[in-house]
């Protein structure tokens, strides 16, 4: 059985008072249903508070309810059905694109597939497709989630290509992203046709994408449970580690801590799963941490060369290459990037390193502008903040620089410059000097 963490059980008194929160009743109402007093509503409310450790009524009954979470399943398969709604005869190259995306899918290394319904089978989620040829091929594609006829997403394609792989790539990533979407939308409940393991790694890649040290707390206590317990479980330890990488990177905490927790994550994630292209994009994570970067990018250089469509593995050794100095190989992997990554997809960390390298290269405008579209995802960014503040410094525009700085603050109301200094770890001497220089020159007046 899996084990739950050391965390304080709630009483059965306890948990009948979060029930009827949960239910919306008042304090008052509380009193008259369970016939106690005001006061004795009150200490329960407290003790519960600290033992879910959250502030108010409201983060409360937003927590997970426990009894619904099964945590015995993280050995149940996620089940993805393809389902193929017409005969594809006459639509030869949707049939070539609809094979490859398959394929690719299979790169995931997460999924259960199959290419039709087995009896008393509930899928996670049935991904539909039919084509049609007018004056062109087109794949419409469409997700649902288990059994139910309600849409998730739909979407067509058209096969104008004769580069068929790389919209096969670029269709399942759009694929992938749009089912990591779904479940971070989803409401879990123990009925739900997915697992557990699936849903609540899906929703902490989404939180995490927000770059705030909330998001990092949520992922902690979301996934702990779930990646340090006697049964393993791949995508809790993955996304787990990420938080505290990010964490890392970020400044959320003692770094040193950070970095330990990342060090056991690794050695677990290589105890259990050795080959895994997870397991070695933790180990870069942790050498990264650890100032081996050579390492760390051996491990990515490995993931990418096995699974292509891993574009998480391409966006943090663009990240390293630049902490090396190593612009060039940074720009030809955002290249290669931008160009796998479909249009309508999540781009801004791919879109942050560019940013950084036309900094570095003087082209402060153009800086300028791609850091200002990746603030609108991602306001909490505060690296990117800081570039956005050094481009209207470097440009003379005086009273941007200041808003700029504002806003720094009111999302980061304890920052100063040694966070400059944790930003740049392992950043190399000669564009260190370069960056400390603008950004000391703003902060000191």
Request: with cysteine; aromatic share 10%.
């Amino acid at each position: 059985m899996f084990e739950q963490n050391t965390r304080q059980e709630l009483t059965s008194r306890q948990k009948e008072i979060l029930s009827l929160l949960r239910k919306g009743l008042t304090n008052t109402e509380i009193c008259k249903t369970l016939g106690i007093s005001a006061n004795t509503v009150k200490v329960h409310l407290a003790n519960i508070y600290k033992i879910l450790e959250v502030t108010n009524r409201t983060e409360a009954v937003s927590t997970q309810n426990e009894s619904a979470i099964k945590f015995d399943d993280l050995k149940k398969d996620l089940i993805i059905v393809f389902n193929k709604e017409n005969d594809f005869a006459a639509t030869p190259k949707a049939q070539e694109l609809y094979l490859s995306v398959v394929e690719s899918f299979h790169q995931y290394h997460i999924f259960r597939i199959i290419d039709f319904p087995e009896k008393d089978l509930v899928p996670g989620f049935v991904i539909s497709v039919s084509a049609t040829h007018d004056n062109e091929e087109v794949l419409f594609i469409s997700i649902r989630q288990g059994n139910s006829r309600e849409l998730l997403w739909t979407t067509s394609i058209k096969v104008n290509s004769d580069d068929i792989l790389l919209l096969a790539q670029k269709t399942s990533m759009l694929l992938f992203r749009s089912l990591v979407l779904a479940t971070a939308k989803m409401k879990y409940t123990s009925s739900s046709s997915v697992p557990y393991w699936w849903y609540a790694s899906m929703y902490c890649n989404v939180k995490l994408e927000n770059r705030s040290k909330e998001s990092f707390d949520i992922s902690k206590k979301m996934l702990t449970p779930l990646a340090t317990g006697s049964e393993y479980n791949e995508q809790a330890t993955y996304m787990l580690s990420m938080a505290y990488y990010i964490a890392f990177l970020e400044n959320w905490g003692d770094r040193q801590t950070n970095s330990l927790a990342l060090g056991e994550l690794a050695r677990k994630a290589m105890y259990n799963a050795p080959y895994s292209v997870y397991s070695k994009v933790i180990m870069a994570f942790y050498n990264t941490t650890i100032g081996n970067k050579a390492e760390a990018i051996s491990y990515l250089q490995q993931t990418i060369e096995e699974t292509p469509l891993f574009i998480t593995a391409r966006i943090y050794l663009i990240q390293i290459y630049l902490l090396t100095g190593e612009e060039d190989r940074a720009l030809k992997l955002i290249d290669e990037c931008e160009r796998l990554i479909p249009e309508t997809a999540n781009k801004a960390s791919v879109t942050h390193a560019r940013s950084l390298i036309l900094f570095l290269q003087g082209r402060y405008s153009e800086c300028k502008n791609i850091a200002k579209q990746v603030l609108l995802y991602t306001p909490n960014a505060m690296a990117v903040r800081l570039i956005m503040i050094a481009c209207c410094y470097k440009m003379g525009q005086k009273s941007e620089c200041e808003a700029q700085i504002k806003k720094l603050y009111e999302n980061h109301p304890s920052f100063n410059q040694n966070d400059i200094e944790q930003l740049l770890a392992g950043v190399t001497p000669q564009k260190k000097a370069f960056i400390m220089e603008s950004l000391q020159e703003i902060f000191k007046k």
